[in-house]
């Protein structure tokens, strides 16, 4: 199946299918996590309950458990050490923008969700999802455990773009959620005023959570290879211009390079990470290169830390 077919397939396991593929491809082909892999050991928040096998530490057995049902089982607490990563993904009209012959920004954006996910999974860590459908939030809760990488695959490949998804609520949305310090993943086009993105930012970065940005951008959007006569139309609302696209060319590229150079000094000024991810880089080469770069980032003394 294409790209352009997966993108109004009406089938979601489809998709499912497609992401999950995806991703175990890419994150095979990542040789490195973002960070050491923690365990699951004595912390003051439960987990889940296990049965006891032979080896395990009696002290551990729920005694009130036992009382009720006869049976041994122990209580797992998740380590304190583990970390907490929320995956915000836009799901406003404008992600669903692709050129031909690529796909929309909106599945290369589900797809670096789904491998950032099923990289911090493998390392224990607890990942939540969050986004906006046409009812509101669609909020998957942090969960370390085996199997809940199906249920963030099942929840992205459920999601499509839509009008009236607002970036600024979903921020909004999310930093209501995160109760303890986290690492907030932003994955968006960020194409709305720059006041609205980084107050939207400003939120999520509160109780010092360390944020990434990656502004999810389309070649064409980056390149404006438009020469003639064109009509453009917006994709969040019933907006058409009709403009001739040489003479417009310097002007949009000198704004929106103006616009990320501004973001990227903002996300800087307040201790965030901000990445551009061109969906006509192969997702791996792009993932790869980012965790390389944050790994030499840590290792020369970055401020950019992971909260502990």
């Not at 991703?23 to 365990?39: D, T, Y």
């Not at 999601?159 to 932003?186: C, D, F, H, K, T």
């Not at 211009?241 to 060319?249: K, T």
């Not at 996300?267 to 061109?278: F, I, K, P």
Request: proline share 5%.
């Amino acid at each position: 199946m294409s790209d352009e077919k997966l993108r109004h397939a009406a089938d979601p396991a489809a998709r499912l299918a497609h992401f999950s593929l995806k991703a175990r491809q890419v994150v095979e082909g990542v040789l490195s996590g973002i960070h050491k892999s923690p365990h699951v050991g004595s912390s003051i928040e439960f987990l889940e309950h296990k049965q006891y096998t032979p080896g395990d530490e009696i002290r551990q057995i729920d005694w009130k458990l036992l009382a009720r049902t006869d049976r041994h089982y122990i209580k797992q607490f998740e380590n304190e050490t583990n970390v907490r990563a929320y995956l915000v993904l836009d799901s406003s009209a404008s992600m669903e923008y692709a050129s031909p012959g690529r796909e929309s920004k909106f599945d290369y954006a589900c797809g670096l969700a789904a491998s950032l996910a099923w990289l911090m999974l493998r390392q224990s860590d607890a990942v939540a999802l969050m986004t906006l459908s046409n009812s509101g939030p669609a909020y998957i809760p942090p969960r370390s455990r085996p199997g809940h990488l199906q249920a963030l695959l099942s929840a992205l490949s459920a999601q499509s773009p839509g009008r009236g998804r607002s970036l600024a609520r979903l921020m909004e949305e999310a930093a209501g959620r995160v109760r303890r310090r986290s690492i907030v993943i932003v994955i968006t086009d960020a194409l709305e005023p720059l006041e609205t993105v980084i107050s939207g930012l400003k939120l999520l970065r509160y109780r010092r959570n360390e944020v990434i940005l990656f502004q999810t951008l389309d070649p064409w959007e980056l390149e404006f290879p438009f020469s003639r006569l064109t009509l453009f139309e917006s994709l969040e609302d019933d907006r058409r211009l009709m403009a001739d696209a040489a003479a417009a060319r310097r002007a949009y590229l000198e704004a929106l390079g103006d616009f990320m150079e501004s973001l990227r000094r903002e996300c800087e000024a307040h201790g965030m990470d901000y990445r551009v991810m061109n969906t006509g880089v192969p997702l791996q080469s792009a993932l790869s290169e980012f965790l390389a770069a944050r790994a030499a980032a840590g290792r020369a003394g970055s401020t950019a830390r992971r909260p502990g």
